[in-house]
């Protein structure tokens, strides 16, 4: 099984960018994966939030293939402990979709079409963070599911 992170725009913060690639770096020792930005939406501020969340769907229906698993972070998805989302991971390479595709939206959410073509929705945490760092956050939630599949001592309970 391989992983697609897929997020829209640009990071802004080196410091996110930082850690995003020391995360990555870790991930790609356990498991193929890749992250893919895809660009803002051109012209945002003459669009209504829904018409930037239909624009910013497309783009993300236009990177899945056949066979892709799709799962958003999204704030009233299903949460998961560490531990919890170790053994979803665990299971999903055992079901073996040809990829995984996970999203990080943009700033309004998902649109209609995007919630229908998901197979799951994740929450991080009842707290709302910027898209930006949630990045961050799940990047290093995939790596310590990775240590907690490989019984490795990264995780402390």
Do not use: C, W
Not at 5 to 27: C, F, N, P, W
Not at 114 to 141: A, K, N
């Amino acid at each position: 099984m391989k992983i697609l992170l897929l997020t829209i725009g640009k990071t802004d913060e080196s410091y996110l960018e930082q850690g995003m690639a020391k995360y990555i770096e870790r991930i790609i020792r356990y498991i193929p994966f890749n992250m893919k930005v895809l660009p803002d939406i051109k012209q945002r501020r003459n669009l209504s939030f829904d018409q930037q969340k239909t624009l910013e769907g497309k783009m993300i229906l236009d990177q899945l293939l056949p066979g892709d698993e799709l799962v958003l972070l999204d704030e009233n998805g299903k949460a998961f402990s560490s531990r919890e989302f170790s053994t979803f991971l665990e299971r999903k390479t055992i079901e073996s979709p040809k990829r995984l595709v996970i999203v990080i939206g943009g700033p309004y959410g998902f649109s209609k079409e995007v919630f229908e073509r998901s197979q799951m929705r994740i929450s991080l945490s009842s707290m709302t963070f910027s898209h930006q760092m949630v990045r961050l956050i799940f990047l290093e939630q995939l790596y310590r599911a990775l240590t907690i599949i490989r019984g490795e001592p990264y995780h402390h309970d």
